[in-house]
């Protein structure tokens, strides 16, 4: 599908508020409500989304820290890095996690209440995988999603 500039318009609009309305996107593209729905459709069943989330107030939640977590494996064969993976996924607290090339292997974005929890989470959920070679961690002190992609045709 080839995208026009309706389209891209669209998907920055969304991009920034996931929430509005199609009567909103229509007004805001000047085009017709159903000629909008026909676009948004289009777009959802191309696959230009992934997913529409909501983004939590951590802090409401008792997240206090948010934490970087730099973890290198020993051996990068992929049924240690899948089973990683697999364990990963399975543990309360991670918000993100990538699967990077280079020195890292894996940054996870870890969300804990305190210094204290964020020990806790190190030493008892991740130190017990045995292919970690290293652990590093970063705290976060500001984080903000900027929706600044550019969308090209």
């Given amino acids: 599908m080839k995208l026009d500039q309706k389209d891209i318009q669209i998907l920055s609009l969304l ?5 509005l309305s199609n009567k909103e996107l229509a007004a805001a593209l000047d085009i017709a409500p159903s000629t909008c729905h026909e676009r948004l459709k289009k777009l959802t069943s191309e696959g230009f989304f992934k997913a529409f989330n909501a983004e939590l107030n951590l802090k409401k939640l008792g997240v206090n820290v948010e934490v970087l977590i730099a973890v290198r494996l020993k051996r990068h064969e992929r049924e240690i890095v899948n089973s990683f993976i697999k364990k990963i996924k399975s543990i309360n607290g991670i918000i993100r996690f990538y699967h990077l090339a280079g020195d890292t292997d894996f940054m996870i974005h870890v ?3 305190d210094s204290d929890s964020l020990r806790s989470f190190i030493m008892d959920e991740l130190a017990g995988f045995h292919n970690i070679d290293h652990i590093e961690s970063s705290m976060i002190y500001h984080s903000e999603c900027v929706h ?3 969308i090209n045709t």
Avoid at 15 to 19: C, D, K, L, P, S
């Fill in 148 to 150: 600044n992609l550019k």
């Fill in 111 to 113: 969300g804990v209440k």
């Fill in 15 to 19: 991009q920034n508020n996931a929430r």
